[in-house]
Structure formats: C-alpha cells, structure tokens
C-alpha cells in the first residue's frame, strides 16, 4: 500500500500543473490548427473543411511580411551577439564581487512594463525630441533627419528589448569556464588572441546558441517595437496576425499565418541547431 | 582571472555605455512624471511639478486598468506558485514514467512565440463560445507562467541533501511531516522567488493578454490604446512606482539572502 502511495505521489503533484498545460497550450494548438482549415465567417459560423487554401491564400497575401520579420529577426539576433558578447565577457571575468550588482542593472529593463519602455524610445527618438532635435540644431543632422518609422528604429528598439537575454545565456556559459583551462592555454604558449579564438569562444558556444534562442523567436514574432516605432513600410507578421484575429476577426487565415509563422520558426531554429551540430547545443537549450 | 588580452578598460566603459542605453528610456519614464505639460501630449519638458503623484489616480479607467492587472498577477502568482511547485518537486525528487514528456511540454510553452499561445487560446475560446475577460486573461497568465515556477524549483530539489530524509525518517517522521517540517522551509525561498517571478511576467504581459481579454483592459493594455490620443503623466508615476516597488523587493530579497549564503 505504502509503495503504491508512493509510486502514484509525483503523478498527483504533477497533475494540476500538467493539465492545465495540456488543456490550455496544448489543445489551443490543436485548436488553431483546425480553424486554420475552415471556412466561413463570424456572422455564420466557420465549418471545418480542411481548407489548404487558407495557407495559399494567406502566404501569397503577406510574404512580404513574413520574410520581413525573419531579416529583422535575424539581424536582431546578429546585432545582439556582437552587442552583448563583451560585456557578458568583461562581467564574467572581470566584474570580481559585483558580478551580480552588474546583472541586475542589465536587467533594470524588466521591471518596466515592455509597452512602456518602447513608447519611452518613441518620445527619444521623434523628430524633434530630445536626442534628434540639439543634433539637428547643431548641424549636425539635416533638417528633415527622422528615425522613426525606419527599419533602423523597429530593429533598434528589437535589440533594445531583448538584450538581457542575449548577455544573461552568454554569461552563463563564460562563467562555467574553468580558469585552469584558459592557464593551461597559457602555459603552452597560446597568444590571447588564440586562447579566446581556440578556447574561450567555442565554450561560450552554447550560450551564443541559447541566447539566438530566446531573441530571434520573440524578435520575429514581435508587434510592439514595429507599430509603435515603425511605418507601412516595417509591418511585421505580427501586427498582420494581431489585426486578422482581433480587428478582421477573421479567423482561418488569421490561425493559417500564426501557425506558418510557427512552422518557419521551428524549422529555423532546428536547422540552426543541425548546423551547429553538438548534441551538447541542444542540451543546453533544452535547460 | 586575467586574460591579458587587453583592452579590459575600454570594455568596462563599453559595460557601462550599454548600461546607461538600457537605463535612459526608464528614466525618461521617471522624470516625464514630474514634467507639467501645458497640452494633451506629455512628449517634451516644460516644468517640474508633482501635482501627478498628488492625482495619480483621477483617471478613473486607468486605475481600474491597474486594478485588474494586480489582481490578475495576484491570483496568478498563488495559482502558477502551486502548480508550479507541484511539477517542480515531483520533476527533481522522482524519476517517473511521463517525465521527460512533461518536460518537453513546459520547454515548448516557454519557447513559443507569445503571439502564437495568444492565438491559439483565442481561437480555443472562440471555437467554445467562451467569454473573455480577467478569468480567461489569468487562465492565459497561469499557462505561461507555470513552466517557470516549476523550472525555478526543480533547480533546488535536485541539489537537496536526501540524507536530510533518511535522517528524518530515523527519527520516526512520517513523510508527510518530512515534506513539511524538513523540506519545505529549505524550498520556500525558491517556491518564493517562482511566485514573484510569475507575479512579475503576468504584471507586465501585453502580448497573449491582448489576445485573451476581450474588452477588459489591464495596466499595458490601457497604455497600448492610449498611445496614439498621448499618454497621461499618470501612466508614468504608475510606471515608475511599479519599477521602484520591483527594484526594492529585488535588492531586500537579495540582501536578506546574502548572510545565509555566506554561512553555507
């Protein structure tokens, strides 16, 4: 009796939380994907109809968009890995005792609310707002200079939001670093140079992989920074699919782009893992 | 450790370059609260004044915004806390058959892009008729939240001493009073740092409550249908008092942690 309450104990203290994971992420899945094969509309009701059309349809209506985000995501990514790279090196092996008061400011960000921080950048960088406006003074700029509504800016305000994430994974993985390893580099005569190119980088790896992880996924998928700080000319997939459910409330094209955007993304991320190639990568992404 | 490549300086007035990039849209937040604009736009300096924080909460709709998202990341916190808590004690004590299941599950909701688990749930409670508002935005909160409750918690089961157990039950505990009287106060600041990590991802999510709340509005959502009429010096005092509460429990939490550290 005893060994069977205990068998049966995780089961029960897992199936709270596991339910409730499964009944409303996962089943929403399921969801989304049949309405993305039905038709109809919300006046009459939508009918399943295993309407492939729906992806046709909604594919050709906004590639621009969809490939838009992945060069915004991706270059986010890029931008985020040389901008975060040495300063998680410098926390990691010279940030000494206040190693953690360093990781707390990088992570100040968190504790304002996301629209918030993105609505701030907008004021900073309007027109004729604070950073624009003694530049253009100055003669620095040219008059008719704007920032805003530019891809520059939507990319900008993505690395903006999602720095932390980039430097925290990295850091991660160069604090893991033995010292004895870099010494032992050292003592066989490796230039500085050599042992971050031959030691210190290839360790860091799986942070780099970690960090790409957790910004390009949230960066593609993003609508905050390009309508707040973007033009008809940056839309992403995100604004379109936001709209489609919430203002057109058309939903099977709406869940037909959502469920493609998702697709891209899960294909992106298990090519890049394959590209990569350690097993070691994907183990820690998994963590 | 020195690696001598050089250049240790300039990296650390880069650190801090990107430090003070990260910081200057929060105090642009801060010091746009204390701005007196003469218009309807809050958007360039025209005096100090703290009359804001004196009417911090006339407008009636945006404090009912704030209300709803408080609620909502309270009950969130207590519920995700619990579940959470359930699978992050069962995933570090035990190895079961469904584990690695399960762990697949909570990697995938905490990977997917918030647009599409917003989606999706919306599409789930259309397809049932169900209606939205702060339950269905808190039932969205707990589904996100709860993966990482349970991440925070099974990194502190597996490093638990299980001779504290045995040494228990020679003592002629029962497992029941173990878990409470042994294990639980040893897990309570990591149980603790999951509620507050939950309260803070509900307080702040824009994206799948967009998604789930119908008509209701919370703290981000007001802000987000307020952007392009001009935001209130409300909103900013709001901001700031959020951010200086968080920073504040941060550090007390830190600090308190920091004696025990030392004596382990």
């Known amino acids: 009796m005893d060994r069977v309450k205990r068998t049966l104990t995780p089961y029960l203290l897992v199936l709270p939380g596991g339910l409730w994971l499964l009944l409303f992420f996962a089943v929403p899945m399921v969801t989304m994907l049949s309405l993305s094969l039905q038709e109809g509309d919300i006046v009459n009701g939508f009918v399943f109809t295993g309407h492939w059309q729906n992806y046709v349809d909604a594919i050709s209506a906004y590639q621009t968009q969809l490939i838009r985000s992945l060069v915004y995501g991706a270059i986010t990514s890029v931008v985020l890995i040389v901008l975060a790279f040495p300063v998680a090196y410098w926390i990691a092996f010279y940030g000494g005792r206040r190693k953690a008061t360093y990781l707390f400011l990088i992570l100040l960000p968190f504790f304002v609310s996301f629209v918030l921080r993105t609505i701030s950048w907008r004021m900073l960088l309007t027109d004729d707002g604070v950073l624009l406006h003694p530049l253009k003074e100055a003669g620095l700029l040219p008059g008719d200079f704007q920032i805003l509504g530019t891809a520059t800016a939507v990319i900008a305000g993505l690395v903006y939001s999602f720095l932390p994430f980039m430097v925290l994974p990295i850091y991660v993985a160069l604090e893991r670093i033995d010292p004895r390893v870099v010494e032992a580099a050292r003592d066989l005569y490796a230039s500085p140079l050599t042992s971050f190119r031959k030691i210190i980088f290839p360790l860091a790896l799986p942070g780099v992989f970690a960090g790409v992880l957790m910004t390009f996924v949230p960066a593609t998928s993003d609508y905050v920074n390009s309508e707040l700080l973007g033009s008809s000319e940056t839309t992403m997939i995100g604004q379109v699919i936001q709209s489609q459910f919430l203002s057109n409330s058309d939903y099977p094209s709406a869940s037909a782009l959502s469920f493609t955007l998702m697709t891209v993304l899960l294909i992106g991320v298990f090519a890049y893992a394959r590209a990569l190639g350690t097993e070691d990568v994907m183990k820690v992404a998994a963590r | ?264």
Do not use: C
Request: proline share 4%; charged share 10%; aromatic share 10%.
């Open chain 2, 1 to 264: 450790m020195r690696l001598r490549i050089g250049g240790d300086r300039l990296l650390h007035v880069y650190t801090w370059i990107l430090i003070g990039w990260l910081i200057l849209p929060i105090a642009v937040m801060i010091l746009f609260g204390f701005n007196d604009p003469q218009g309807r736009y809050n958007q360039t300096w025209q005096g100090f004044t703290l009359r804001w924080y004196g009417e911090v909460f006339a407008l009636e709709a945006l404090t009912d915004a704030l209300v709803v998202s408080l609620l909502v990341a309270v009950a969130t916190a207590l519920i995700a806390g619990a579940l959470g808590t359930g699978i992050g004690y069962a995933l570090g004590r035990w190895r079961f058959r469904g584990a690695g299941a399960l762990n697949l599950l909570m990697f995938a909701a905490i990977a997917s892009p918030e647009l599409v688990m917003g989606s999706s749930l919306l599409s789930m409670f259309v397809s049932l008729g169900a209606p939205l508002g702060p339950v269905s935005i808190t039932i969205a909160h707990v589904m996100f939240s709860v993966s990482f409750v349970a991440v925070v918690v099974r990194a502190r089961v597996v490093t638990l001493d299980r001779s504290l157990e045995e040494a228990a039950a020679d003592l002629g505990a029962s497992g029941w009073t173990t878990f409470w009287k042994v294990i639980f106060p040893i897990i309570l600041p990591a149980i603790l740092s999951g509620v507050m990590l939950a309260f803070a991802l509900s307080i702040d999510d824009f994206v799948i409550t967009n998604f789930t709340a119908g008509t209701t509005q919370t703290f981000p959502l007001w802000i987000w249908g307020s952007t392009r009429v001009g935001l209130p010096p409300q909103v900013n005092v709001m901001g700031t008092m959020i951010f200086a509460g968080g920073v504040l429990l941060a550090v007390l939490s830190n600090i308190r942690s920091r004696p025990r550290r030392k004596a382990a």
